[in-house]
């Protein structure tokens, strides 16, 4: 199911589906069954975007064959490495307004044939297009020191990533190799204690220069409801986007990491990608489906997304 042409290469260690109960009248339900995973969502808006992404990751059992048909009919890339272990699976329950978790089953850890398949197809497909999108794990289906093989191996292929990724597989990564961009949320940084709850705009900015001193070439940080910062080279800026009532602030993050990479691809300049990635993540807000935008929302917000150069670090 791969294609020849694709122009990036995205790493998702944890892909499952999502079955979503809907309310559409007091009658009436509604059931959707999507696939789902941070992979899954960032190739989905790459698609959005214009961009042909090929989809690396474990599937297995039914649920397996599911997302596969799944992705199939949406015209999108996978390169899926057949696992024994069926893939997870959460029944959640939106008729009240909020994600009432039903029922879930646990993602696979990979036994050593699948885990050395599942490397080998990523790496082989990574160098082919030069530039791919590294995502973490929610439980850990991959060894978390595979991450620092992935940074070393990539480096040394002259591949350049894009990495959403923080905890233990981020140090892991750098204890490897670089990172081009480095994507992360301020609540990554807090569950990391790097940063705490309501910081201030100095504090998130020490926070980003810790991570270009360990090894992170640029930083894009979000901050939910207030300005992203970020800092290329020596040059920090601040990003905002539109405020726009939000369907689903799921997602946001996820869909500014696939503008990111979008822009690397394209050769944007720092100002043009935190454009391109405040204005993917401002629409997904606006839709319930992750990773999902109207394509001709994203260039129209992007004429109104404020990019400002803060300083520069000496």
Not at 50 to 69: K, N
Not at 70 to 76: A, D, I, R, T
Not at 213 to 225: H, I, K, T
Request: contains cysteine.
């Amino acid at each position: 199911m791969g294609h020849p042409h694709h122009t990036i290469t995205v790493l998702a260690p944890v892909l499952y589906l999502t079955v979503t109960i809907e309310a559409t009248s007091k009658t009436s339900d509604e059931v959707h069954i999507h696939p789902a995973g941070q992979g899954f969502w960032i190739s989905r808006m790459l698609r959005h975007l214009g961009e042909r992404p090929l989809l690396c990751g474990p599937v297995g059992g039914e649920a397996g064959q599911v997302f596969l048909g799944l992705l199939s009919q949406w015209g999108m890339d996978v390169s899926p490495i057949k696992i024994a272990h069926s893939s997870p699976v959460i029944v959640q329950d939106r008729r009240s307004g909020d994600r009432d978790l039903i029922a879930s089953t646990s993602s696979p850890t990979l036994a050593r044939h699948e885990l050395d398949d599942s490397y080998g197809s990523f790496l082989k497909h990574a160098l082919a297009s030069g530039l791919c999108v590294v995502t973490g794990q929610s439980q850990e289906v991959l060894p978390v020191e595979t991450y620092r093989r992935l940074g070393h191996d990539l480096a040394s292929g002259g591949v350049r990533v894009i990495a959403d990724l923080h905890g233990p597989e981020l140090w892991e990564y750098l204890e490897g190799g670089p990172i081009n961009i480095l994507k992360v949320s301020d609540e990554d940084l807090e569950s990391d204690g790097l940063l705490k709850s309501d910081a201030d705009e100095d504090s998130a900015l020490k926070a980003i220069h810790k991570l270009v001193d360990a090894g992170a070439a640029a930083v894009v940080l979000s901050r939910q409801s207030r300005p992203a910062l970020a800092r290329f080279g020596a040059t920090v800026y601040d990003a905002r986007p539109p405020e726009f009532s939000p369907a689903d602030f799921r997602g946001a993050g996820d869909s500014m990491t696939a503008g990111l990479a979008a822009a690397m691809r394209r050769g944007f300049n720092p100002q043009e990608a935190l454009k391109l990635a405040c204005a993917a993540g401002a629409a997904n807000v606006t839709r319930h489906g992750l990773g999902s935008a109207d394509d001709d929302l994203v260039p129209r917000l992007i004429e109104r997304i404020e990019v400002r150069q803060l300083s520069t670090v000496p």
